[in-house]
């Protein structure tokens, strides 16, 4: 398997999703050789002699607990500009750790390094994910020969509107044309991928994401102040989350209920943007910014939040409203969003329809009956999905593919 950022190394969603399938294939019985760009002493702290983790850095072979200089390039910055941007808070906070400042220098570099495990290590099948990873996936099936599966988490189509980076969307037709299977993330997404890909129905499995059992033991305490709702938007501050489209519902939303905060958590090219227009809609006393949260600073923000809310532009799939359900915390999500297909008890609503998304977040903070109703339905819901079982739906397409 070839991946770009596993936990504790992760940007988003790409991370948490590749770790939980990691983990589902193990509860299967399966061997795992996950390669990566960058590893660290956590990720070989677990998994046993089934998951092995490669790396794709300076040394070949398993590394034995030890950093390999590698890209710092994000998965979620497709442009020029924004991996410009990228790259320079990077440098500021690791500066001996780039050794390439081009985007796609960086994905060909990783697929020569990458795919030479193919040659040494025992395998059935190759499974990438997204357009970072694909090109490796095509080098290693030249080199041994096995079925390639690729995994599509977002396309570019998703992260740039109807204007993509062509030399990353020109990689991500190239892989999925090259793939034996291709694994879409929701329903949503397969359409996409027949739509602006050309790819074939039939070559596209959809497998929705999972959310691991809940260990938290955090409670909402209310630090921001104990008499004010709390309304949660996490994620990138880019086009495709719809920052500005929260932060228009959040005016619309003070201007009848005042005892109320809007906590933002994340960063990202459109960061400044957003603080500026929060202050320009004059609700900078209501709006608190918390910056990029990890680990448990992000468990803590969903159990302290009295609703969460995604309005993103277009989302293949959306793991963050399963984590907020688990944090027992109500979710509004946007219609353009692939979680809708799974999660039926939770406020819907288009992306761009601000005054009906103000509407039903006033409905969830002030109706104690119609909150409790979607905590407890929508907790009943996340019980019954699993990495496990979205692992044993993958085999079966390991299985096609290795049949065919």
Known sequence: MYGWEFPPIQSGGLGVACQGIVEGLLSHGHAVFLVLP???PAMHSYGGDHFKVLSAGESEGIIEIENIPTSLYSPYASTDASFNEYLKKMLEEEPNAIYSTNMLEEVYRY???????????????????????????????????????????????????????????????????????????????????????????????????AVKPNFSTYHKSHHINPTDKV????????????????????QKVINHMKRVKFVMAGDGDMMKQIINMSINLGIEKYVLFSGF?????????????????????????????????????????????????????ALRVDFWDIDEMANKVIAALRYPDLHRTLVERSKEE??????????????????????K
Do not use: C
């Open 38 to 40: 960058k590893t660290t």
């Open 111 to 209: 697929a020569a390094k990458a795919a030479a495990h193919a040659k040494k290590v025992p395998h059935d099948v190759i499974h990438t994910h997204d357009w970072l990873t694909t090109e490796a996936g095509i080098y290693a099936k030249k080199i041994s020969g096995k079925p390639h599966v690729m995994h599509v988490h977002a396309t570019e189509f998703d992260r740039s509107g109807e204007h993509p980076n062509q030399a990353v969307y020109d990689l991500e037709r190239r892989g999925m044309e090259h793939a034996d299977r291709v694994i879409a993330v929701s329903q949503r997404t397969k359409e996409m991928l027949m739509k602006h890909y050309g790819i074939k129905e039939w070559k596209i499995d959809v497998v929705h994401n």
């Open 231 to 250: 309304v949660l938007f996490l994620g990138r501050m880019t086009m495709q989350k719809g920052p500005d489209y929260f932060l228009r519902m959040a």
């Open 293 to 345: 949260l990890k680990g448990d600073e992000i468990e803590r923000a969903y159990a302290e939040a009295d609703l969460y809310v995604m309005p993103s532009v277009s989302e293949p799939f959306g793991i963050t409203p399963l984590e907020a359900i688990r944090q027992g915390t109500p979710v509004l999500i946007s219609k353009q969003s692939g979680i809708s297909e799974v999660i039926r008890n």
């Open 382 to 403: 996340i019980d019954k999905i699993s990495w496990q079982k979205q692992a044993g739906e993958i085999t079966k397409i390991y299985e096609k593919v290795i049949k």
